[in-house]
């Protein structure tokens, strides 16, 4: 492939050099940079790449992507406005346009984005579609499992990815797209057919320090994204019980489906009941109505399903599919997932780590302790290097809606564990809290403390497999901690 045949997107300033020079690979790390490569020098939030642009020549790169004017021999330089940008159209066309040759689905939102994809991963391999999903647990496709490090992938990697499934065969692509996505561009120049939109609450406002920029970033994979997309049949998905949701749903213009517990919708649910064993509702549609039950368990699943059928309705499904695949979905690893004892203890692991994310689990969590007459206890930390703001709302989330609360660790990362705690508590004006910075003790000492009908829910870490202390990454499972420490109850 030569420089020229694909080069034609970026949004280029000038170019100095010869263009038909046979390009092998595009990269964004100069450790990456290999004979042939064209190296683009993206402008990070810690490190500018711009400095490793002579590390790049010496190695071999046959074109440098830049936004700065640079004095350099025997190498094409290709300035552009924005090389984030660049990164993302370039590696489209390197990969050839993988996006035009599969559908496509984006979901973005603060909470259950993961579960959505696992749900349309379910009815599509009942409709005989072959799916894959890019997430925030995994990405995975045919019998490929690949350790997800960021939600959505850089939009090298996410190009990539899109290629390697089409080239295995797979039909339609699920993705999580985050906010970060968005704004840093890692999903231009992909073609979606669909794009779902689940809610939105106060998160990541380290990143996009008030709520408005952050919905702004949101937004764009349905004002911009979509739009841009070049595809026929294009189709949002929107949750308009969300007040945010339904800002986005009053204004755009193209076909979409809105869902609803409470509000008119073409996707609705009617006479809900959620217990231990998941929940059971009727669900209205434009093919018509049918009964539905899942064994997953929470209020919110109810939507994460609506918005699940709505999307798999406007990709052709059939309601007999649709029905068939959320039954199959037994559980989503870290999502209000299960951890079976032989104690009569409701216990479960969960990934919330947003004020809103807590109050959700809580709420469901509460309902079942109610059902059965015991106390809920909680077990959760916030993340170290994160937004400071969220933390005294999720210890006040968590104090009030909870009976007993232990505040410990999460992954600290290089703050100091105990200052993140006394973030926490200082939005907890009750008693009903202890501090146990050890997270393996405070997970072991709720167990000890659990009795018959109890509910125990630990939470912020979910599917996670480790902590991170300082610079050091441990192997760390909440799910079998608390399945051990339950099995060594006496």
Same mark, same amino acid.
């Given at each position: 492939?030569?420089?020229?045949? +694909?080069?034609?997107?970026?949004?280029?300033? #000038? $170019?100095?050099?010869?263009?038909?020079?046979?390009?092998?690979?595009?990269?964004?790390?100069?450790?990456?940079?290999?004979?042939?490569?064209?190296?683009?020098?993206?402008?990070?939030?810690?490190?500018?790449?711009?400095?490793?642009?002579?590390?790049?020549?010496?190695?071999?790169?046959?074109?440098?992507?830049?936004?700065?004017?640079?004095?350099?021999? /025997?190498?094409?330089?290709?300035?552009?406005?924005?090389?984030?940008?660049?990164?993302?159209?370039?590696?489209?066309?390197?990969?050839?346009?993988?996006?035009?040759?599969?559908?496509? +689905?984006?979901?973005?939102?603060? /909470?259950?984005?993961?579960?959505?994809?696992?749900?349309?991963?379910?009815?599509?391999?009942?409709?005989?579609?072959?799916?894959?999903? !890019?997430?925030?647990? *995994?990405?995975? %496709?045919?019998?490929?499992?690949?350790?997800?490090?960021?939600?959505?992938?850089?939009?090298?990697?996410?190009?990539?990815?899109?290629?390697?499934?089409?080239?295995?065969?797979?039909?339609?692509?699920?993705?999580?797209?985050?906010?970060?996505?968005?704004?840093?561009?890692?999903?231009?120049?992909?073609?979606?057919?669909?794009?779902?939109?689940?809610?939105?609450?106060?998160?990541?406002?380290?990143?996009?320090?008030? $709520?408005?920029?952050?919905?702004?970033?949101?937004?764009?994979?349905?004002?911009?994204?979509?739009?841009?997309?070049?595809?026929?049949?294009?189709?949002?998905?929107?949750?308009?019980?969300? /007040?945010?949701?339904?800002?986005?749903?009053?204004?755009?213009?193209?076909?979409?489906?809105?869902?609803?517990?409470?509000?008119?919708?073409?996707?609705?649910? *009617?006479?809900?009941?959620?217990?231990?064993?998941?929940?059971?509702?009727?669900? +209205?549609?434009?093919?018509?109505?049918?009964?539905?039950?899942?064994?997953?368990?929470?209020?919110?699943?109810?939507?994460? +399903?609506?918005?699940?059928?709505?999307?798999?309705?406007?990709?052709?499904?059939?309601?007999?599919?649709?029905?068939?695949?959320?039954?199959?979905?037994?559980?989503?690893?870290?999502? %209000?997932?299960?951890? *079976?004892?032989?104690?009569?203890?409701?216990?479960?692991?969960?990934?919330?780590?947003?004020?809103?994310?807590?109050?959700?689990?809580?709420?469901?969590?509460?309902?079942?302790?109610?059902?059965?007459?015991?106390?809920? !206890?909680?077990?959760?930390?916030?993340?170290?290097?994160?937004?400071?703001?969220?933390?005294?709302?999720?210890?006040?989330?968590?104090?009030?809606?909870?009976?007993?609360?232990?505040?410990?660790?999460? /992954?600290?990362?290089?703050?100091?564990?105990?200052?993140?705690?006394? #973030?926490?508590?200082?939005?907890?004006?009750?008693?009903?809290?202890?501090?146990?910075? #050890?997270?393996?003790?405070?997970?072991?000492?709720?167990?000890?403390?659990?009795?018959?009908?109890?509910?125990?829910?630990?939470?912020?870490?979910?599917?996670?497999?480790?902590?991170? $202390?300082?610079?050091?990454?441990?192997?760390?499972?909440?799910?079998?901690?608390?399945?051990?420490?339950?099995?060594?109850?006496?």
């Amino acid at each position: 492939m030569l420089l020229k045949d +694909i080069i034609s997107k970026p949004d280029i300033i #000038d $170019i100095k050099g010869d263009l038909n020079k046979e390009v092998l690979d595009v990269v964004y790390h100069s450790s990456k940079v290999t004979k042939g490569t064209v190296f683009v020098a993206v402008t990070g939030f810690g490190v500018d790449g711009h400095v490793f642009i002579s590390e790049a020549i010496n190695k071999g790169a046959v074109a440098i992507v830049c936004e700065k004017d640079i004095n350099v021999d /025997n190498v094409c330089v290709i300035k552009v406005a924005n090389a984030r940008r660049a990164l993302a159209e370039l590696s489209a066309s390197f990969f050839g346009d993988p996006s035009n040759q599969l559908s496509l +689905i984006g979901i973005t939102g603060t /909470n259950g984005k993961t579960t959505i994809t696992y749900l349309l991963e379910s009815i599509f391999n009942k409709a005989g579609l072959k799916p894959g999903v !890019i997430g925030t647990v *995994e990405h995975r %496709f045919g019998n490929k499992k690949i350790i997800s490090v960021n939600t959505t992938p850089e939009s090298y990697d996410f190009q990539k990815l899109l290629r390697q499934m089409v080239d295995d065969g797979v039909k339609v692509c699920i993705s999580e797209v985050s906010s970060h996505a968005l704004e840093l561009d890692r999903v231009k120049g992909s073609h979606f057919d669909a794009a779902v939109f689940t809610n939105l609450t106060t998160e990541h406002m380290d990143f996009h320090k008030d $709520i408005e920029s952050y919905f702004n970033s949101k937004k764009k994979l349905f004002y911009e994204v979509l739009k841009d997309s070049g595809k026929d049949k294009t189709f949002s998905v929107i949750n308009i019980d969300d /007040n945010f949701g339904k800002k986005i749903a009053d204004e755009i213009t193209h076909k979409l489906f809105r869902y609803s517990i409470s509000s008119k919708s073409e996707v609705k649910a *009617e006479n809900v009941i959620c217990d231990d064993k998941g929940v059971r509702f009727k669900v +209205i549609t434009p093919l018509g109505s049918f009964d539905l039950r899942s064994d997953l368990i929470g209020r919110f699943n109810v939507y994460n +399903i609506l918005a699940a059928t709505s999307a798999a309705i406007g990709m052709g499904v059939s309601i007999e599919n649709i029905r068939a695949g959320i039954a199959d979905l037994k559980s989503v690893p870290g999502r %209000f997932e299960r951890v *079976e004892n032989n104690h009569n203890v409701l216990a479960f692991v969960d990934y919330a780590h947003t004020p809103d994310a807590i109050k959700n689990l809580l709420m469901n969590a509460r309902d079942l302790a109610n059902t059965s007459g015991g106390r809920l !206890i909680m077990v959760f930390g916030c993340g170290g290097d994160r937004d400071r703001s969220k933390r005294p709302l999720m210890g006040e989330e968590a104090s009030s809606l909870a009976d007993i609360v232990f505040v410990t660790s999460d /992954n600290p990362r290089t703050e100091n564990p105990d200052v993140i705690i006394e #973030d926490i508590v200082s939005g907890i004006d009750k008693e009903n809290f202890t501090i146990i910075a #050890d997270r393996k003790l405070a997970i072991t000492t709720a167990v000890e403390i659990s009795n018959k009908n109890d509910v125990l829910v630990v939470a912020g870490k979910g599917h996670e497999d480790y902590q991170i $202390i300082g610079q050091e990454k441990k192997h760390f499972s909440d799910r079998k901690i608390l399945k051990q420490c339950f099995d060594n109850k006496k």
